[in-house]
Nanobody, 121 residues
Framework: QVQLVESGGGLVQPGGSLRLSCAASGSIFSISSMGWYRQAPGKERELVAGITSGGSTSYTDSVKGRFTISRDNAKNTMSLQMSSLKPEDTAVYYC???????????????WGQGTQVTVVA
């Protein structure tokens, strides 16, 4: 089976930095796109940043210039470097990946369990 595990969340002051990591493991043949989503209380889950297997990236407008997404295809890991953090960045951040499992013919979406990021003075 395939699983995604996030790490790196925690408490940080406004203007601070935090780096989130996501590790994919299990019977994985390949991973195409990956991304980071977040969900704050009372709000819809939103796509924060995405990255293709080739390294092309995209960001939601609110984090452009502050967040950087990256991945290591050899290790099946992904990171989100967050800088100049704001209170409105507070949310549970989820790792998402489009995975082709070994012996399967189709890709499937997998989610991590989420990691809490809290930005407060």
């Amino acid at each position: 089976q395939v699983q995604l595990v996030e790490s790196g969340g925690g408490l940080v002051q406004p203007g601070g930095s935090l780096r989130l990591s996501c590790a994919a493991s299990g019977s994985i043949f390949s991973i195409s796109s990956m991304g980071w989503y977040r969900q704050a209380p009372g709000k819809e889950r939103e796509l924060v940043a995405g990255i293709t297997s080739g390294g092309s990236t995209s960001y939601t407008d609110s984090v452009k210039g502050r967040f950087t997404i990256s991945r290591d295809n050899a290790k099946n890991t992904m990171s989100l470097q967050m800088s100049s953090l704001k209170p409105e960045d507070t949310a549970v951040y989820y790792c998402n990946a489009n995975v082709l499992p070994i012996s399967d013919r189709s890709y499937a979406i997998f989610w991590g369990q989420g990691t809490q990021v809290t930005v407060v003075a």
